[in-house]
Nanobody, 123 residues
Framework: QVQLVESGGGSVQAGGSLRLSCAAS????????MAWFRQAPGKEREGVAYITEYGTTGYADSVKGRFTISQDNAKNTLWLQMNSLKPEDTAMYYC?????????????????WGQGTQVTVSS
């Protein structure tokens, strides 16, 4: 009964910042991968960033240097700090989780998904 609930989305001007959160429940695995994805209308779902139980992170080239993925010490909250936002960052952002698998940013890897939170960046 894994449940992921995102929050923190909203509307911001280009160059601004937002911090997304993902609250996880029913997720007690000791080995895991958690990730953020995004999907704009008419576009493929895109992997944004991932983090392992060890704190190893990976980022899509499109957000490298601007976004930071992190988690709290209890491993029950996932964060995505988004800085220097661009209009092309506008999308629905999803939190995803997987366990017992290789960590990456391929959607097929993740069986658990949140409901999404909308991020809109205006120019």
């Amino acid at each position: 009964q894994v449940q992921l609930v995102e929050s923190g989305g909203g509307s911001v001007q280009a160059g601004g910042s937002l911090r997304l959160s993902c609250a996880a429940s029913g997720y007690t695995y000791t080995t895991y991968c958690m990730a953020w994805f995004r999907q704009a209308p008419g576009k493929e779902r895109e992997g944004v960033a991932y983090i392992t139980e060890y704190g190893t992170t990976g980022y899509a080239d499109s957000v490298k240097g601007r976004f930071t993925i992190s988690q709290d010490n209890a491993k029950n909250t996932l964060w995505l700090q988004m800085n220097s936002l661009k209009p092309e960052d506008t999308a629905m952002y999803y939190c995803a989780a997987a366990s017992g698998t290789v960590c990456n940013i391929q959607p097929q890897t993740f069986p658990y998904w949140g409901q999404g939170t909308q991020v809109t960046v205006s120019s």
